[in-house]
């Protein structure tokens, strides 16, 4: 089992940049790929990026892509996802999660784990 904390959300002005962290206890981080989402107001949980822990293969949402970066550090146990050129419509809640059934590998389609783990999110609003 392994237990999720996200940080790093906060305001910021459009064309800004965000680092979120999303620190795992509980369990060896390098047994399981691990996947940003993020749920604006009303709308769906959306799968934004994911790393995978076996070649270290990363994906990316078509929205985010060129602005954000995932990578990870096992020996820290977290993984990062470095937001740059920020937009309104990038408001939301960000979550990470891992996948019990994709183990070490991301899902490419970014869909949501039938079965894992998920922390309690971090709020991200950009506005001028």
């Known amino acids: 089992q392994v237990q999720l904390v996200e940080s790093g959300g906060g305001l910021v002005q459009p064309g800004g940049s965000l680092t979120l962290s999303c620190a795992a206890s509980?369990?060896?981080?390098?047994?399981?790929?691990i996947t940003w989402f993020r749920q604006a107001p009303e709308k769906e949980r959306d799968g934004v990026s994911c790393?995978?822990?076996?070649?270290?293969?990363?994906y990316y949402a078509d929205s985010v892509k060129g602005r954000f970066t995932i990578s990870r550090d096992n020996v820290k146990k977290t993984v990062y996802l470095q937001m740059n050129s920020l937009k309104p419509e990038d408001t939301a809640v960000y979550y990470c999660?891992?996948?019990?059934?994709?183990?070490?590998?991301?899902?490419?389609?970014?869909?949501?784990?039938?079965?894992?783990?998920w922390g309690q999110g971090t709020q991200v609003t950009v506005s001028s």
């Open positions: 790393i995978s822990t076996s070649d270290g293969s990363t």
């Open positions: 509980g369990s060896r981080l390098d047994f399981y790929a």
């Open positions: 999660a891992a996948d019990d059934l994709m183990g070490a590998l991301c899902d490419p389609r970014l869909r949501a784990p039938v079965a894992g783990y």
